[in-house]
T-cell receptor
Framework: DAEITQSPRHKITETGRQVTLACHQTWNHNNMFWYRQDLGHGLRLIHYSYGVQDTNKGEVSDGYSVSRSNTEDLPLTLESAASSQTSVYFC???????????FGPGTRLTVL | GQNIDQPTEMTATEGAIVQINCTYQTSGFNGLFWYQQHAGEAPTFLSYNVLDGLEEKGRFSSFLSRSKGYSYLLLKELQMKDSASYLCAVVDSNYQLIWGAGTKLIIKP
């Protein structure tokens, strides 16, 4: 069955370290997204991609980067982790204009 | 700016009916989603409305009025497993999803 996976599921890191969160989907979807979810906020878009070599900034992209070298993967990198980036991170994928998104299980990141 | 409003929390009784409202102001409209999210889990798709009216799917129904910028999710015959957060999301003119903060639904026996 097609699926979308994230790794690691939990991560504790220190301020200033570089961290990469992996997202892998086997739906063969062109569109992939990274969100963060914090209490009191909805899902906030960090970066998104509509295909290989395409990446775009979302509303909260500062301090994050992505790259898309194939259809299946969209890794999210925190260049220098900050305590404000402690959050739950969700990856999602979709196809078509309706943009129904399928979510991975999430990564809980703690920055100390 | 773009804005999606939902109540923060609602409480209902097992077996009853509950209506969760969502109002929106967005740059364009290309559809509205409702997702369910259990604590510690990922959001999962519940319904999609793009035309005015009611869409029914088992115990869950979703209504849309584009002229009023309004939608609701109706849950009937509530079960304890319906305790979750319910997220409203609008597809804007750029086909991006704009998310509400979610409504936490607590079901009491």
């Amino acid at each position: 069955d097609a699926e979308i996976t994230q790794s690691p599921r939990h991560k504790i890191t220190e301020t200033g370290r570089q961290v990469t969160l992996a997202c892998h989907q086997t739906w063969n979807h062109n569109n992939m997204f990274w969100y963060r979810q914090d209490l009191g906020h909805g899902l906030r878009l960090i970066h998104y991609s509509y295909g290989v070599q395409d990446t775009n900034k979302g509303e909260v992209s500062d301090g994050y980067s992505v790259s898309r070298s194939n259809t299946e993967d969209l890794p999210l990198t925190l260049e220098s982790a900050a305590s404000s980036q402690t959050s739950v991170y969700f990856c999602a994928s979709s196809v078509g204009e309706r943009n129904e998104q399928f979510f991975g299980p999430g990564t809980r990141l703690t920055v100390l | 700016g773009q804005n999606i409003d939902q109540p923060t929390e609602m409480t209902a009784t097992e077996g009853a009916i509950v209506q969760i409202n969502c109002t929106y102001q967005t740059s364009g409209f290309n559809g509205l989603f409702w997702y369910q999210q259990h604590a510690g889990e990922a959001p999962t798709f519940l319904s999609y409305n793009v035309l005015d009216g009611l869409e029914e799917k088992g115990r869950f129904s979703s209504f849309l009025s584009r002229s009023k910028g309004y939608s609701y999710l109706l849950l009937k015959e509530l079960q304890m497993k319906d305790s979750a957060s319910y997220l409203c999301a609008v597809v804007d003119s750029n086909y991006q999803l704009i998310w509400g903060a979610g409504t936490k639904l607590i079901i009491k026996p």
